[in-house]
């Protein structure tokens, strides 16, 4: 394949490959993405009395759409179950006893597409 591209970020790069594999870490009982990590927002959810497993799931929310303007819905839906089904190969290699999975989660309504990692 041969492909002609303007200069991107080394940052971009980065991001881009760790959108795809991840570090997870160990919170409570939890298993979250550690890039997305929200420290303060964890403590908030943990003293207004909700589960661990029940905040994983929001705070690692990612929305797929938000990265390219141009990319259509059914082409984000695609891009989110690669990206699922890195995150729950990386989930079976490290963590395998987790009973957490990475789920993709489509809002039709908005036009919406996200992945998560959530308790199964």
Known sequence: ????????????????????????????????????????????????????????????LVEITAFFEDMSYEEAGALASVVSDCWNATLVREFPESGFISKVLFEEELGEVYVTLCKA
């Open 1 to 60: 394949m041969v492909m002609k591209t303007n200069t991107i970020s080394s940052d971009f790069y980065l991001f881009f490959t760790k959108l795809f594999h991840p570090t997870i870490a160990v919170k409570g009982e939890s298993y979250f993405i550690e890039e997305n990590f929200d420290s303060d927002r964890y403590q908030e959810c943990i003293a207004q009395g909700q589960a661990s497993s029940e905040i994983a799931g929001w705070l690692n």
